[in-house]
């Protein structure tokens, strides 16, 4: 059993930035993949971002490319997304996940096949 508390979200300005964490209180935490998802009001649950458990792999939604990024500590059994330049359109529920049973470079980047969830945290923009 994996249980995921995220924190870090709030009313944030649009262009200004932000960190979230999710912390596990697994003790097999370091063995999973942890995805970033969020879901805004009346839209679909969608895909943010992606390390593998040994945080050599990552991956990004084209929409954060290039101003986000994901890292974890282990130690701490804690994973990181820093966002930047937030837009209106980031304004949603973030949620992390935990995947096992990956390579160790392998980044999960679905709903499916994910083993447990957080139950989220909310980030508003202002423009």
């Known amino acids: 059993q994996v249980d995921l508390v995220e924190s870090g979200g709030g009313t944030v300005q649009a262009g200004a930035s932000l960190s979230l964490s999710c912390v596990s209180s697994?003790?097999?935490?370091?063995?999973?993949?942890v995805t970033w998802f969020r879901q805004a009001p009346g839209k679909e649950r969608e895909f943010v971002a992606g390390?593998?458990?040994?945080?050599?792999?990552?991956v990004y939604a084209d929409d954060v490319k290039g101003r986000s990024t994901i890292s974890r500590n282990n130690a701490k059994n804690t994973v990181y997304l820093q966002m930047g330049n937030l837009k209106p359109e980031d304004a949603a529920v973030y949620y992390c996940?935990?995947?096992?049973?990956?390579?160790?470079?392998?980044?999960?980047?679905?709903?499916?096949?994910?083993?447990?969830w957080g139950q989220g945290t909310l980030v508003t923009v202002s423009s």
């Open positions: 996940a935990a995947t096992s049973r990956l390579p160790a470079g392998r980044v999960h980047s679905t709903e499916s096949g994910v083993d447990y």
């Open positions: 697994g003790r097999t935490f370091s063995t999973y993949a």
């Open positions: 390390i593998s458990w040994t945080g050599g792999g990552a």
